[in-house]
């Protein structure tokens, strides 16, 4: 089977969620951290999950990320995660990680499990402490289901600027099995990963050992998560989180299993999905921005220049604008770090040329100005050093990112 078959075998399923796995339940309720909104949630499996992590690659790390790690270090296997919005119990010291570790033990004293069965993950305001009490009124109110509105709940529980919840689903057969996999993530402003400002969750049935799943996520992270940015900042609490419940009953997947690059597959496309969602709902955003860059010698340089590009702010505001100003763009190709033929390049609004190996032609304003006005836009790089390729994505620059951003606190 080649690369292109296995792609086709994963089917996207309509109004997909982290609940669409079998085994997992969820719960969202409002205790009082934000003024009327849901901010505690909880995702939880009925049998223990294989776990699977990556964090903010920021120096200073919240006291949730801490307490994360310790959980999975213990088997690599735990029930869920319990997460928190208004807060991010980052740059808070000793209390901090004793409030982290203190909402991990509440939960898992709700469930009648032992402390490490849970994560811990948290966003918010940096530097404020958790309002233990309002914690745990959260966590005993929390009543989980599988339902459309559990899924709904916590990805609502889990936003901070987000304008609107972010999840998807996918599956695909695996030993004669159907596997699912769902996801929920949170991420509007302060995006710039490695990893950004945001919090992802994925669900799955598929049977896979903790280190199995580890090297899937590790090894499509940099295709997905850390090729979005908003705003050029990377926030202290950022974590994507992978449970593997088993319970589809395929055989343990691994890089041995034939079916290895359809589970890679599956894991990508969910991430992507949700990396693309974080992006389009940059704060202020009105349009999701994609930039493919083509004709590298490494992969690598072809997925900096296009981040480098999509995170301009200079090409941010052009976008805002429906401004085909492509000299933003090569400007910004130039400062991205990666060497290139400015003579040898191409760049495209979609199909419309603007610039052809290294000249400007004439092309229709009024038609790349349209194009521009669409909510989805494509920047087009053609280069001739090599055959690889790199994707970003990200959104445009709003008056709105500054007035969000200006009264954050209040």
């Given at each position: 089977m080649n690369t292109l078959q296995q792609v086709e075998t994963i089917k996207q399923i309509e109004k997909g969620n982290i609940l669409i796995p079998q085994g997992f339940k969820a719960s969202g309720v409002h205790a009082g951290l934000r003024y009327?909104?849901?901010?505690?949630?909880?995702?939880?499996?009925?049998?223990?999950?294989?776990?699977?992590?990556?964090?903010?690659?920021n120096v200073v790390q919240a006291?949730?990320?801490?307490?994360?790690?310790?959980?999975?270090?213990?088997?690599?296997?735990?029930?869920?995660?319990?997460?928190?919005?208004?807060?991010?119990?980052?740059?808070?010291?000793?209390?901090?990680?004793?409030?982290?570790?203190?909402?991990?033990?509440?939960?898992?004293?709700?469930?009648?499990?032992?402390?490490?069965?849970?994560a811990v993950a948290s966003t918010g305001v940096i530097g404020e402490y958790l309002d233990m009490e309002k914690i745990k009124k959260g966590i005993d109110l929390l009543e989980i289901a599988d339902t459309p509105e559990a899924a709904e709940d916590f990805g609502t529980a889990i936003l901070t600027t987000d304008i609107v919840t972010k999840s998807c689903g996918y599956e695909a057969v695996i030993d004669g099995k159907v596997v699912k996999m769902g996801g929920?993530?949170?991420?509007?402003?302060?995006?710039?990963?490695?990893?950004?400002?945001?919090?992802?969750?994925?669900?799955?049935?598929?049977?896979?050992?903790?280190?199995?799943l580890q090297q899937a996520l590790s090894s499509i992270t940099n295709d997905t998560f850390n090729q979005i940015t908003v705003d050029g900042d990377s926030s202290t609490n950022d974590m994507v989180?992978?449970?593997?419940?088993?319970?589809?009953?395929?055989?343990?997947l691994s890089k041995a299993h034939p079916e290895w690059p359809v589970f890679l597959n599956l894991l990508k496309q969910t991430s992507e999905n949700l990396a693309k969602?974080?992006?389009?709902?940059?704060?202020?955003?009105?349009?999701?921005?994609?930039?493919?860059?083509?004709?590298?010698?490494?992969?690598?340089?072809?997925?900096?220049?296009?981040?480098t590009i999509v995170g301009s702010n200079l090409v941010?505001?052009?976008?805002?604008?429906?401004?085909?100003?492509?000299?933003?763009?090569?400007?910004?190709?130039?400062?991205?770090g990666v060497a290139f033929q400015p003579t040898q390049t191409t760049i495209a609004?979609?199909?419309?040329?603007?610039?052809?190996?290294?000249?400007?032609?004439?092309?229709?304003?009024?038609?790349?100005?349209?194009?521009?006005?669409?909510?989805?836009?494509?920047?087009?790089?053609?280069?001739?050093?090599?055959?690889?390729?790199?994707?970003?994505w990200g959104c445009d620059l709003t008056y709105d990112y500054v007035k969000i951003n200006g009264s954050y606190r209040s």
């Open positions: 009327s909104k849901k901010d505690i949630g909880v995702i939880f499996s009925d049998v223990t999950a294989s776990a699977a992590a990556v964090y903010t690659q006291a949730p990320i801490d307490v994360t790690k310790d959980s999975i270090s213990v088997t690599g296997k735990i029930h869920g995660i319990i997460v928190n919005s208004a807060c991010a119990n980052a740059c808070t010291g000793k209390q901090g990680l004793k409030d982290a570790l203190e909402m991990r033990k509440l939960t898992a004293q709700k469930f009648g499990l032992e402390d490490h069965a849970f929920a993530a949170k991420g509007s402003g302060m995006i710039h990963p490695n990893m950004a400002t945001m919090l992802g969750f994925i669900t799955t049935d598929a049977a896979i050992e903790p280190a199995d989180l992978v449970l593997a419940n088993g319970e589809a009953g395929n055989e343990p969602q974080i992006a389009k709902d940059g704060e202020g955003a009105t349009k999701l921005i994609e930039v493919n860059v083509h004709g590298m010698n490494e992969k690598t340089d072809a997925q900096m220049m296009a981040k941010k505001t052009a976008a805002f604008g429906s401004d085909a100003n492509w000299g933003r763009i090569i400007a910004a190709m130039g400062r991205s609004f979609g199909d419309i040329v603007v610039l052809k190996d290294g000249e400007p032609v004439q092309f229709s304003e009024e038609e790349a100005k349209a194009y521009l006005e669409n909510k989805s836009i494509t920047i087009n790089v053609y280069l001739q050093d090599g055959n690889e390729s790199g994707t970003a």
